[in-house]
């Protein structure tokens, strides 16, 4: 223990154990805690159990099959949904096709008639009509509605009339003529050329395009 001189040259020691105290910053000893009667000392810490890594299982040849058959029973199932979704989006294409052509062929021919150009009206007619009836005697009975009744001044499909049976289309279509107070309705019927599909013809639209016995007798 190392000391040092006072005033009158004599050396003096100062407790190792006070100043032990004094560091502390409590000025008492510090205790080591004691192990309890009867706990065993552990020399090594415990192994830490592993867990087993799991295994992969190989697929048998007979699960194998069963998974085949599962996919393939999957494609053709989608396969067949594919090609009905397509033949029924084919039909309803067509049908549309279909109906617009025989719609548009009527209006055309009316669109004529209410200009009175009835040549022109003439070419949308089929054999049913253009075999009995000439152009010369279409235009000649056409001109005479229009000196009794008028002209036709305006014309409408009525809603939900159109039929469709076949290769025939009728539509039910509202005149309205210069001369008479109410209009009146015509049935025309189309049929589908058979050298052509897409081209539509009228096949009857009554006896004239007049408004039949619901109107006064003409004196023109």
Request: hydrophobic fraction near 35%.
């Amino acid at each position: 223990m190392q000391g040092r001189q006072d005033h009158s040259g004599e050396l003096w020691e100062k407790p190792a154990n006070k100043r032990t105290a004094e560091l502390n910053g409590t000025g008492k000893h510090r205790t080591i805690p004691q192990r309890p009667p009867g706990m065993a000392r552990i020399e090594h810490p415990p192994a830490k159990p592993r867990v087993a890594r799991p295994q992969s299982q190989t697929s048998t040849p007979k699960k194998f099959r069963k998974q085949l058959l599962i996919i393939t029973a999957i494609f053709f199932v989608c396969a067949a949904a594919a090609g009905i979704g397509s033949y029924m989006a084919y039909n309803l294409f067509q049908g549309i096709s279909v109906s617009s052509g025989a719609s548009t062929a009527a209006a055309g021919f009316l669109g004529a008639v209410s200009k009175s150009d009835y040549a022109q009206a003439y070419t949308y007619l089929g054999p049913a009509i253009t075999l009995p009836t000439h152009q010369a005697q279409f235009i000649q009975q056409a001109q005479a509605l229009d000196r009794c009744y008028g002209p036709v001044a305006d014309y409408s499909e009525v809603a939900n009339s159109a039929t469709n049976q076949d290769n025939s289309q009728s539509f039910s279509y509202t005149l309205t003529r210069s001369k008479l107070k109410k209009p009146y309705q015509i049935r025309i019927t189309l049929q589908q050329d058979r050298d052509s599909p897409n081209t539509w013809k009228i096949a009857d639209y009554g006896n004239d395009l007049g408004p039949g016995a619901s109107a006064p007798a003409c004196k023109a």
